[in-house]
């Protein structure tokens, strides 16, 4: 299949190697001319045989609707487009619906596997229709792990289903590495563990909370074993925020995702408002010592 890319970022880069790599045509568009094929989406469209296949690796948001908007604009009756991106579940109708009024086809998919999927293949999730998910099965094929095909994709629903999805598994990525963290935390508080690292690269053998993330947590600790070259800053990429709020919309209790969560919030205070309010209740009611600034 000849297959256009838009968005050549880290992602949409080592996808494009793994789908060339598969024996597919792919012409990338991006906008750093230094990474694109082509001079715009109007040339990457040109480029296409028809019926044509685009696939959007772009960021969530405005982002995405600008691109899903022009390329509305240029492609024609029967064309197909995947948005690969995060984009929240809830915008995939609006895609649909604005490519659906050129006669243009539209599939969701979730994408997970990081900078590793380009080797080890991607976790796919889809939403849309079966006939379209049909027909762009060999790229899908191509992307996903090797070995059988419900291990690493799922057509999940329909428009906005593979979005869900992916937004769900974020906010249990969540929940995962902030229970890994704070083992970590408590191993290195103890006292009483001489080798973290070591604790962390025998769980990753043989015991219940083995995984690729405790895999990652485990060459992390081999590269900066005092995790000194890192700040506790976390950022959000929006997912573990949306997986609460439909938590909350759906009266479905998550009380791990929505911890974590919180938890990335704190990691960006170097002075934390709320706390200083519960010092200050402290100092109060029982008469505990309260630190000044000056004490730091």
């Known amino acids: 299949m000849h297959l256009g890319m838009v968005g050549l970022g880290r992602m949409g880069a080592n996808m494009r190697d793994r789908l060339v790599a598969g024996g597919h045509t792919v012409t990338g ?48 009756p029967d064309d197909l487009v995947v948005d690969g991106g995060n984009s929240r579940w809830t915008d995939d109708a609006g895609h649909a619906r604005r490519l659906g009024e050129a006669g243009v086809r539209y599939l969701d998919c979730g994408v997970s596997g990081g900078v590793w999927g380009a080797e ?37 629903g329909g428009v906005g289903a593979g979005h869900y999805a992916k937004m769900v598994h974020n906010g249990i990525e ?7 963290a704070e083992g970590y935390e408590l191993l290195e508080a103890s ?30 600790l081999e590269e ?14 929006g997912e573990g925020r949306w997986s609460v709020e439909e938590a909350v919309a759906n009266a479905v209790p998550a ?14 205070q170097t002075d934390s408002p709320a706390m200083k309010a519960v ?17 730091h």
């Open 120 to 156: 080890n293949g991607y976790g796919l999730m889809v939403g849309g229709d079966e006939v379209d998910v049909a027909r762009m099965m060999p790229v899908f094929d191509v992307l996903r792990p090797a070995g059988p095909r419900d291990r690493g994709f799922v057509h999940a």
């Open 191 to 220: 006292g009483v563990v001489e080798d973290v690292a070591g604790v962390f690269r025998a769980w990753s053998s043989g015991t219940v909370v083995r995984s690729w993330l405790l895999d990652l947590l485990v060459r992390a």
């Open 255 to 268: 009380p791990v995702i929505s911890a974590a969560l919180f938890a990335r919030f704190g990691s960006r």
């Open 279 to 295: 010092a200050a209740l402290r100092g109060q009611f029982g008469g505990h010592a309260v630190g000044r600034p000056s004490d």
């Open 174 to 180: 969540y929940g995962l590495m902030q229970a890994y």
């Open 29 to 76: 568009y991006d906008r750093d001319p230094g990474l694109s094929d082509v001079a715009g989406l109007a040339d990457l469209v040109a480029a296409l045989e028809r019926p044509r296949h685009v696939w959007v690796m772009v960021p969530a948001g405005a982002a995405t609707r600008f691109t899903i908007d022009e390329l509305a604009e240029l492609l024609a």
């Open 224 to 237: 900066d074993p005092g995790l000194e070259q890192v700040t506790g800053a976390v950022q959000d990429s």
